[in-house]
């Protein structure tokens, strides 16, 4: 027996043909895909028979050619002409690559067109494949249209800058990755075209446009969404974007013509990174939407949970900053709430233009917050808590904070910081149940509380800026205090805490007016309590600071007139009454000379001379035109007197009120004229405008 040797690396096939890859033509017209005739070669294309097939419909053929697939093909790569179509319907699919390369140049229509429940249409990547073309793959009114990856592991379809995938189906089935420049559209009223790409970073790369529009419903299901140079967009009404744990960083969120954006699912987490977020975005409840890096925002964000079983959520990741000139708002419950989803030392930090406002919970005592825009505590009858993690700076507020249209502000944990404005209008509450240090605007305004909620010693340490209280400053328990070290305490209102003033100033009134204090009341060393003197009743013409407990004075009393009013020598004010007293100001300071007499249940001032320097007519504590002016309108001459009983007379006449010697302060040598003897006195006196004029300058 003879044996035939064959050559190592050469295989010897008998009978059998070897494989080619064969380009396959669509012959024109309109026909199904199994059909021999209907192509060049007549072959039916399908990689099952050991060849493979590039197709092409129809090889710019004049007249526009329909396939209809009738069987599931497998093929290498797909060409469809402009005005050309190719439809999948439901129970077919088509397999398309080679594992290492797969190319989709589409110029026409390619359709998936399964619009029943029962049976799918659908396009199998094989390999890493590109769409490219100017042209349209629809997916028909149903889910069950799919483009996916054969592969579980998972291939990338690279769609190009023209094409358009539109309609309602499946894109990527958590089994492809996605790179898309062209166009995706949800377009199909009231259905849903769900973009789930391959799982891991870069599981969708966007710099093209992802879009929900006439009324459709674009959902971006679990993955990550690289969007940076991207647009994701809701345009038209009814038309919806849903954020299904979606992670989206970069780009822009955009929303046109009623468009909106809102999360969806059940406890589901959504991210977005780094972006321009869109007009309106709705956070549902039971489901949670991060934020993280730096966020631009321009629309408004809703928490819309009404309901104490489900909370609807924004969390950070890391410190946070929100930008734009958008609103943040919180629906009519305690259950929506902006939180840390990182470490509790996280910070969100509000720009500017910012508004957060509402009912729910700022912090959840688990972030830090600093807010440069405004906090508004803004629906009636119900809480916006502000409740940052437990330390110091837990709230920075160089903002405002605000109550208003009968809402409460409930500052409940952390060190409240405010260097700008924290106020409360109309029938609202700030509820105050830790400690704030102050060095901006304090403002409780007319029909408001600012109420104490510990029995805790909680402190509002003031140290720079001011608090008018015109409304109502309450304890309901034992706890609060106002420490003033600095700055104004000021207004028309009650406060029912105990006031320590250490630095600071008490000025009551706006400017002149009561100020009540329903505890006890300190003044130290460093303290100061100002009266302005406007007229002789007190509360409406004159200040007074009224004190139903104890009052324990020092440091220095600052009196100043006002409105052009001037008191008589003699004349005495209540400026301070109190259910007790101890202690007496160090020192009276003002453009006068006074007394100051100290009985038990009230403080009253006595003008001993209204103006320190004699020839101070304004008691502006200088010597200076303006005094001339007034002086020349008394002068008589010598031997020449005045009236009294008509003084003073209304300007341009002599507006000095006579003592109660009948004397006015023009007339320094009281002889009842005003002559050139009291001029020489008046030209001794004479300083200049803000140069202060010396007291015994007209002793001569």
């Known amino acids: ?80 002409d402009s005005g050309d179509r190719l439809t999948i319907p439901a129970g077919e699919y088509t397999s398309i690559g080679d594992t290492v390369s797969t190319s989709i140049v589409n110029n026409g229509v390619i359709a998936l067109d399964s619009s029943i429940g029962t049976a799918s249409a659908g396009l199998l990547i094989r390999g890493d494949a590109s769409l490219t073309g100017t042209g349209v793959v629809t997916m028909a009114r149903s889910t069950y249209n799919y483009i996916q990856s054969a592969n579980p592991g998972g291939y990338r379809l690279t769609v190009d800058p023209g094409i358009v995938i539109s309609g309602a189906g499946q894109l990527g089935q958590n089994a492809m990755y996605l790179s898309n420049s062209g166009t995706v559209d949800a377009n199909v009223s009231g259905d849903r075209l769900t973009v789930d790409p391959q799982g891991g970073a870069d599981g969708a790369v966007n710099t093209g446009t992802l879009r929900a529009s006439g009324g459709g419903i674009l959902r971006l299901s679990p993955g990550s969404f690289a969007n940076t140079g991207g647009i994701i967009e809701a345009v038209g009404a009814s038309s919806v974007v849903e954020l299904h744990a979606a992670s989206i960083s970069g780009g822009s969120m955009q929303c046109s013509g009623g468009g909106r954006f809102t999360t969806a699912g059940n406890n589901t987490y959504s991210y977005l990174a780094d972006l321009i977020t869109p007009a309106q975005l709705e956070v549902v409840a039971n489901t949670r939407l991060i934020l993280r890096g730096a966020i631009t925002h321009n629309g408004t964000l809703d928490l819309s949970s009404t309901t104490s079983t489900h909370y609807a959520r924004l969390g950070i990741d890391g410190d946070t900053q929100v930008t734009g000139n958008g609103t943040i708002t919180m629906a009519h419950s305690d259950y929506n709430l902006v939180e840390s989803y990182g470490a509790s030392t996280d910070r969100l930090t509000l720009g ?48 405002t904070f605000r109550a208003s249209n009968g809402g409460t502000l409930y500052l409940y944990s952390g060190t409240i910081i405010n260097n700008n404005a924290l106020k409360t209008t109309g029938n609202s509450i700030v509820a105050v149940k830790t400690s704030i240090t102050s060095t901006g605007q304090i403002n409780v305004g007319p029909g408001s509380q600012l109420v104490f909620k510990d029995t805790s010693v909680r402190v509002l340490n003031q140290t720079a800026g001011s608090m008018i209280v015109n409304g109502t400053v309450n ?23 105990p006031v320590t003033i250490d630095g600071g100033t008490v000025a009551p009134g706006i400017s002149i007016g009561q100020l009540s204090v329903g505890s006890s009341f300190t003044q130290n060393a460093g303290g100061t309590l100002e009266i302005e003197l406007g007229g002789t009743t007190p509360g409406t013409e004159y200040d007074r600071l009224a004190v139903s407990g104890a009052a324990a004075l020092g440091g220095t009393l600052q009196i100043s007139y006002l409105n052009g009013f001037v008191p008589k020598a003699g004349q005495q004010f209540a400026i301070l009454t109190c259910g007790s007293r101890t202690g007496g100001f160090a020192s009276v300071l ?96 004479y300083s200049g405008e803000g140069h202060p004029a010396d007291p015994n300058c007209a002793n001569g």
């Not at 972030?367 to 437990?390: E, K």
């Not at 205090?481 to 009650?494: F, M, S």
């Open 1 to 80: 027996m003879g044996y035939c040797l064959i050559p190592a690396g050469v295989m010897m096939l008998t009978g059998l043909a070897m494989a080619d890859t064969i380009t396959s033509v669509w012959n024109g017209g309109v026909g199904t895909w199994n059909v021999d005739s209907s192509w060049a070669p007549a072959v039916v294309p399908n990689n099952i028979g050991g060849d493979t097939y590039n197709v092409v419909i129809d090889g710019g053929k004049l007249a526009n050619s329909a396939v209809t697939m009738d069987i599931s093909p497998v093929i290498y790569n797909l060409t469809v």
């Open 352 to 399: 500017p233009d910012i508004e957060l406002v509402g009912a729910g919970n700022l912090g959840a005592g688990a972030m830090y917050v600093t807010n440069n825009g405004t906090v508004d505590a803004n629906i009636a009858g119900d809480t916006l808590r502000v409740q940052p993690y437990t330390g110091s700076n837990g709230a920075v507020n160089n903002g």
């Open 475 to 497: 304890d309901d328990f034992t706890g609060g205090r106002l420490d003033i070290d600095g700055g104004t305490l000021g207004g028309t209102g009650q406060i029912n805490v």
């Open 590 to 685: 003002g453009p006068g000379q006074y007394s100051v007499v100290y009985n038990s249940g009230n403080v009253t001032l006595t003008v001993d001379a209204p103006c320190a320097v004699p020839a101070d007519f304004d008691c502006d504590a200088d010597v200076d035109g303006g005094d001339f002016r007034v002086f020349e309108t008394c002068a008589t001459g010598p031997a020449i007197p005045y009236n009294p009983a008509v003084l003073p007379e209304p300007a341009p006449g002599c507006t000095l009120t006579p003592d109660g010697s009948n004397h006015i302060a023009a007339d320094f040598d009281k002889d009842s004229d005003v002559d050139q003897d009291d001029f020489g006195a008046f030209q001794r006196c």
